[in-house]
T-cell receptor
C-alpha cells in the first residue's frame, strides 16, 4: 500500500530534550516536506526537500532541522524543543507529477513539549 | 507577504444543496492552486488542482474555479452529503516548481441530513 508513515504518532517531552520524528514514504517520491498545524494558523511549511541532499526552508524553519540522506526518509529533528513547538506535525511527499502536484500526507504526529 | 484567506467560520448546509467555499489570496500570482480535504485527526487528502490558465475544473461532484483577476478560487460540492462534512484547505505554490507552499486555514463544512 502506497503510504507515508510517521513515528511516533504521539510524543510528550520536556523542554530541551532532543527528539526526532521520522517520516518514510514507499512511493519513490522525490519531493518531501514537513508541516505543522496549529489552531487558527493552519498548515505551515517547515522544511521541504526536492531530492536527496537537497533541502530548503519553508515558512517556519526556526528551531527545526531536517536531513535527506535517502530518498524514502525525511526525519524532522528538534535539537532543543520548546513549548511553542507543541503542535500537530505532518510529513508529506509528492512525485512532482505535473498533472496534479498531489501531496500525500502522513497520519500526523502530535507533539507536546512541557 | 503572501496571504491566503478562507472562510474562517464553519459552513452548515442541508444535504442535497451545493456547498461553495472561498479561497482568496493576495500579493502573489500562483501557477496553480490545490484543494485538499482534511478529516479530524487525519492528514489532508488531495482533491483537485487548477492552473492559472484554467477557469474551471471538475471531478465528479466537485467543481473548482480560478479567477486570477479577483485572486480567488471557489470550490463547489454539488448534491452534498453528510459524508462530505470535513475541513477543506486551499494551497498555493509560492515559487513555481520548488514545492514551497502556503495553505489557507481551512473552512469547516458540515452537511446536515
Amino acid at each position: 500500500e502506497a503510504q507515508v508513515t510517521q513515528n511516533p504518532r504521539y510524543l510528550i517531552t520536556v523542554t530541551g530534550k532532543k527528539l526526532t520524528v521520522t517520516c518514510s514514504q514507499n512511493m519513490n517520491h522525490e519531493y518531501m516536506s514537513w508541516y505543522r498545524q496549529d489552531p487558527g494558523l493552519g498548515l505551515r511549511q517547515i522544511y521541504y526537500s526536492m531530492n536527496v541532499e537537497v533541502t530548503d526552508k519553508g515558512d517556519v524553519p526556526e528551531g527545526y532541522k531536517v536531513s535527506r540522506k535517502e530518498k524514502r526518509n525525511f526525519p524532522l529533528i528538534l535539537e532543543s524543543p520548546s513549548p511553542n513547538q507543541t503542535s500537530l506535525y505532518f510529513c508529506a511527499s509528492s512525485s512532482g507529477d505535473a498533472s496534479s502536484y498531489e501531496q500525500y500526507f502522513g497520519p500526523g504526529t502530535r507533539l507536546t513539549v512541557t | 507577504s503572501q496571504k491566503i484567506e478562507q472562510n474562517s467560520e464553519a459552513l452548515n448546509i442541508q444535504e442535497g444543496k451545493t456547498a461553495t467555499l472561498t479561497c482568496n489570496y493576495t500579493n502573489y500570482s500562483p501557477a496553480y492552486l490545490q484543494w485538499y480535504r482534511q478529516d479530524p485527526g487525519r492528514g489532508p487528502v488531495f482533491l483537485l488542482l487548477i492552473r492559472e490558465n484554467e477557469k474551471e475544473k471538475r471531478k465528479e461532484r466537485l467543481k473548482v474555479t480560478f479567477d486570477t483577476t479577483l485572486k480567488q478560487s471557489l470550490f463547489h460540492i454539488t448534491a452534498s452529503q453528510p459524508a462530505d462534512s470535513a475541513t477543506y484547505l486551499c494551497a498555493l505554490d509560492l515559487t513555481s516548481g520548488t514545492y514551497k507552499y502556503i495553505f489557507g486555514t481551512g473552512t469547516r463544512l458540515k452537511v446536515l441530513a
